[in-house]
Structures are given as structure tokens and as C-alpha cells.
């Protein structure tokens, strides 16, 4: 069993419209947008960063916008809600905050034993709000969310699955222990995290496999301190039997992807050097920022990328 996995790093999904993604995310949920670069594989399409006030892994909700993308449909073998953790006594600010903004799908459940707010984003990404109490994480304050309320991170990501057999041995040779089942859901916790420790696995055998698009996440990285855990982390996986690309420079993190049995993709990505590597921390995400194989191309990506306004 590994140890150097210590929960989540990001999540990365797919939206349709970059400035109304970049208005959900700051002016509704007050996120900080802590990076603004594109997609390094596609450099005309944004790569749209949001996060605590610092970025820190665990933190950071990411976007490929695709102008005009066709919805996802939504199925089995994807990740079918983020949650974000808020401080004690907040959910009710929240409902309130949310309704004002005419966000969807909006209601309050319960899993074990805690209260979620769910929502939907403008593509109908699902998300969820819980109370966790004592989460240190820095929230960011700039887009109207005070200290009291504002979003830490994440707490847990959800999976929908036909079988989620193959995952949970995953889930567990990744340094993952089962906490609990309740009905058709499996919560998984990773010991000594850094805050976004929890994963729950839904069951659901004869819904079928979800179609990738707007609304849909692209991928799921959980976060290692640095190069070397991420090696070790990596031969273990190949040892396995994994499939597992080699080491991707992201800039602002290493990256090693590799698809998972229940079809979902997975990251493991460094939490070293972090999203201050080439922006000063009391301005992330202000400006564009390019990798530097891509830095002939800024006239023109000046030029076309759709401008954001906050
Ligand atoms: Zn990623």
C-alpha cells in the first residue's frame, strides 16, 4: 500500500463558455482565479484555475472552456460530484447566496451524517457544499465571500460506477482505507491529507457508461509532495500493471496520468512548485500566462481567447 498519496490535488472539467465558467467560479462561488494559461495541448482553448487564496492543492477546480461544447451525458465511470468544503454554520449564507445568483438545481441531503447543499454550474457540472469543521485552509475573501463563509477546498469528490469493485482495490493500494458503507455509496479517507481526503464510490451496475462534454470531468488528480513520491508512485502503478504516461511538465505541477478500470482518469500531480512559480501570489491568475513553447503564439491568443471580465 502507498503513503505518498495524500488526497486530492484539482479536477479538471469541461465547460462550454469560458467567461460565464470564469463568473460562476469568482463572482457566485468567490473562488480565486489563481491561474489564467490554456490548454497546453490545445493552446487556443483557456486552461482556467480556481482556487483558495493560495492555490493549494486540494483547492483547485480547473477548466478546459470549449466554446460552444456539446453537454456531457451523464452515466456511469466519471466523477459525479465535487464537494467543497465551508466552515461550520455557513450553509444557510450559502443557500441564500446561491438562490440570489438563480444557480440550479439546488437542494440540501444528507450523507454520512453530513449536510450537503447541491448545485449545478451553468453546465450542469454537480457540485455540493458541506460544513467540515475546523478546515485551516485559507479562503480567499477578494470576490465578496467573507472568512466566515468562503470556500476552503475540496472535501470529497464522488464516482459513479457500474462496479466499483477494481476501483476500491485501487482506492486502496493508493493509501486509501473504506470508512463506511451506506446503501449503494462506499466512503474511502486517506490518512494524514492535506484536507481533500475523501472519496465516495456510488454503485449503480445497470446505468450506463456517461458520455464525455460540457458539465463532465475530465480528470481527477490527487496530490503527492514531490518528484520523488511521484516516482515511486508511478513504478508502484507500472509494477501493477498500469498503463502510466511519463512524467508531464504542467508548470505549475508534474503530472503522470493513468486510466482507471471503472474508466475514469486519473493524475497524480506534484504539489511542487505551485501556481506562484511565475506570478507574484498577490496577483495569481491576473494575467496570461503561457508555457514557454507556446509563448510565440501570445499575439494571437491575445487577440482571440475570450476576454474575462472579472
Ligand atoms: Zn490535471
Redesign the pocket.
Known sequence: MLNQIKGL??M?SIASDASENNYFFTQVLGMRRVKKTVNFDVPEVYHLYYGNEHGTPGSVM?YFPFQNAKRGAKGTGEVSETVFSVPVDSLSYWQERLSTFAVQEMSMTEQFGETRLRFANPDGEHFALTEVHNDTREAWTGNGVSQECAIRGFHAAQMRLQDAGAMSELLGFMGYEKVETLGNVTRFSVADGIGANTIDLETLPIVAPSEQGAGSV??I?FSVQDRSAQQEVRKALLDTGYQVTPVID?DYFW?IYFRTPGGVLF?V?TNEPGFDRDEDSAHLGESLKLPTRHEKLRPFLEKHLQPLND
Open positions: 490535488h484539482h479538471t480547473t475530465h480528470h488528480a504542467r503530472a493524475e500531480a
